[in-house]
């Protein structure tokens, strides 16, 4: 999944400079040969795309719970429906499956999201006006990036829906 972010990551808006980070106070973002982006550019990679990050690996998590060890995940964890609710909004399903075809890691995703949808008892998609746009951008940013066009300004415009870059 890495080379994907990084590749999408190239074409999120940089916002702000910062410090380099030097010596003892610098810290990986990756493992061994696998690096990746901040987090800023990382999320926004992977919701441009329309896999909110919040999916991934949970709902496999989610599905191996108890309903004891549920229950002290949602006593910790309020609002852990309402996001899954937000999230599941910018979710695109189209891209996943696509994806499914291409990138092993993409059956994963789908299996989490199954799994968040089976805990929430509905299934997922977008909803309001904004998400259904965001829909359509997700689209076609996938789209661009498989045919090498992708762009800065159509990221940018995902991203004024969502209320955020990342």
């Given at each position: 999944?890495?080379?994907?972010?990084?590749?999408?990551?190239?074409?999120?808006?940089?916002?702000?400079?910062?410090?380099?980070?030097?010596?003892?106070?610098?810290?990986?973002?990756?493992?061994?040969?696998?690096?990746?982006?901040?987090?800023?550019?990382?999320?926004?990679?992977?919701?441009?795309?329309?896999?909110?990050?919040?999916?991934?690996g949970t709902g496999?998590?989610?599905?191996?719970?108890?309903?004891?060890?549920?229950?002290?995940?949602?006593?910790?964890?309020?609002?852990?429906?309402?996001?899954?609710?937000?999230?599941?909004?910018?979710?695109?399903?189209?891209?996943?499956?696509?994806?499914?075809?291409?990138?092993?890691?993409?059956?994963?995703?789908?299996?989490?999201?199954?799994?968040?949808?089976?805990?929430?008892?509905?299934?997922?998609?977008?909803?309001?006006?904004?998400?259904?746009?965001?829909?359509?951008?997700?689209?076609?940013?996938?789209?661009?990036?498989?045919?090498?066009?992708?762009?800065?300004?159509?990221?940018?415009?995902?991203?004024?829906?969502?209320?955020?870059?990342?």
């Amino acid at each position: 999944m890495a080379p994907l972010i990084n590749r999408i990551s190239t074409f999120i808006p940089k916002r702000r400079e910062r410090v380099q980070h030097i010596g003892l106070f610098g810290y990986s973002r990756g493992l061994g040969k696998v690096k990746l982006p901040r987090a800023i550019p990382f999320t926004a990679s992977l919701y441009s795309i329309g896999i909110p990050p919040e999916f991934i690996g949970t709902g496999r998590g989610i599905a191996k719970l108890n309903k004891k060890e549920l229950a002290i995940l949602e006593k910790y964890y309020l609002n852990i429906k309402n996001d899954f609710l937000k999230a599941g909004g910018y979710l695109n399903k189209d891209n996943m499956e696509k994806m499914a075809k291409k990138y092993s890691f993409a059956k994963g995703i789908i299996e989490d999201v199954n799994a968040i949808e089976k805990y929430l008892g509905i299934k997922l998609k977008p909803s309001t006006k904004n998400e259904r746009e965001h829909y359509v951008l997700t689209k076609a940013i996938y789209a661009k990036f498989e045919t090498n066009s992708l762009n800065e300004r159509i990221i940018e415009k995902a991203a004024v829906l969502r209320k955020s870059l990342g």
